[in-house]
């Protein structure tokens, strides 16, 4: 990068009069190390500042063809910050008072002069000039920075979307596995997502909310892990102690989640899956709106599916008596009732094709 101090500036000077840019380049030349260009012409010093880097200007009121304050509106359109200093004759002040603050003229000087008052100008104008240049110069090594920042946190997003992909396949995989073991329940994580993230969808759940109902209703029995096959598959009733043994794939499956990336939040339901609204329910005995709604939402949709399939213990409902039943479990503050008559609503309607 080019250290902007050391480099000496460049001024460009424009009057229609040469005796006036030669005195001025003059005066100049000798009290500051600058590089100097002058004109004798707007037309032409526009073509100058085109191709050079020019820090200040000073120019003239009235030329012909175009006075100071049109002169310099048109170098504005290519140099946008230029800092200008206008020199003005006693009877155009006035119009260039007006225009000075109209188009942001650094300062004008009257006509004649002082030369020790223009040079502590100019100065002043320099150092204003190389304080823009600097300025800009940060912004874009700030601009740049940012670039660099966005690529690396893009990169980084793109390793967490892997990452966070490879688990959930991992988990995906998982509860397959379970479901094998459990010949009565293959399919049953898939449709309970499925009806799940339907009901989400009809009570306008956020999309965010439901993609992770969408994977917690494809994982919610993977604490099974824990349960032994011959209790899952056993086609009489559990014991009291077999039954706490099942019971507890809730707290399971909750302790699998809890500790993996983007799998914490579904922590809530999967432990609660199980929970009832009148507080009967496990592992935790919550209560009503102690349930999250995606926990009640997954409640209705596996209480469906288990009524509505072949169990080890029986075969699968007809689907009347299986409304009938969600219905009643409703009325006892089991299952959520606005969700149970959504839902209900949905399979007559054929929304939730079962
Ligand atoms: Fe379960």
Redesign the pocket.
């Known amino acids: 990068m080019e250290d902007l101090e050391k480099k000496p500036q460049t001024i460009l000077i424009v009057d229609d009069e040469e005796i006036i840019t030669y005195s001025l380049s003059m005066h100049l030349s000798l009290s500051t190390d600058l590089n100097i260009i002058t004109s004798n012409d707007p037309v032409s010093a526009l073509k100058i500042v085109e191709n050079n880097d020019i820090d200040l200007i000073i120019s003239d009121y009235l030329m012909p063809n175009m006075n100071g304050i049109e002169f310099l509106l048109e170098v504005k359109k290519t140099k946008e910050d230029v800092t200008m200093i206008l020199l003005t004759g006693y009877a155009d002040k006035e119009n260039v008072i007006k225009a000075v603050n109209q188009v942001g003229v650094y300062y004008y000087i009257e006509k004649p002069w002082d030369n020790d008052n223009l040079i502590k100008v100019v100065y002043n104008g320099l150092e204003k000039a190389l304080l823009i240049k600097q300025l800009k110069k940060k912004i874009l090594e700030l601009e740049s920075s940012k670039n660099e920042i966005n690529k690396l946190y893009n990169i980084l997003q793109k390793d967490y979307k892997v990452q966070v992909e490879s688990i959930e396949n991992v988990m995906v995989s998982l509860a397959y596995i379970i479901e094998a073991k459990d010949k009565y329940t293959v399919g049953h994580t898939q449709r309970v997502s499925e009806y799940a993230v339907k009901l989400a969808q009809k009570i306008g759940l956020e999309r965010d909310r439901i993609e992770k109902l969408r994977m917690a209703g494809l994982i919610?029995?993977i604490g099974?892990i824990g349960v032994p096959e011959i209790i899952l598959n056993k086609p009489g009733k559990l014991t009291e102690c077999e039954f706490e043994l099942v019971k507890n794939?809730?707290v399971i499956g909750g302790n699998i989640c809890r500790p993996l990336v983007n799998f914490s939040d579904l922590y809530d339901m999967i432990r609660h899956?199980?929970e009832k609204l009148n507080g009967s329910g496990y592992p935790d005995g919550l209560k009503g709106e102690e349930i999250s709604i995606e926990a009640r939402i997954l409640s209705v949709a596996?209480v469906f599916d288990a009524l509505y399939s072949d169990r080890p213990y029986r075969s699968k409902l007809p689907l009347e008596k299986v409304i009938e039943i969600l219905k009643e479990e409703a009325d006892k503050d089991n299952l959520d009732i606005k969700l149970v008559n959504t839902f209900i609503n949905m399979v007559n309607n054929d929304e939730i094709q079962v």
């Open positions: 919610h029995d099974k794939h809730t899956h199980h596996d």
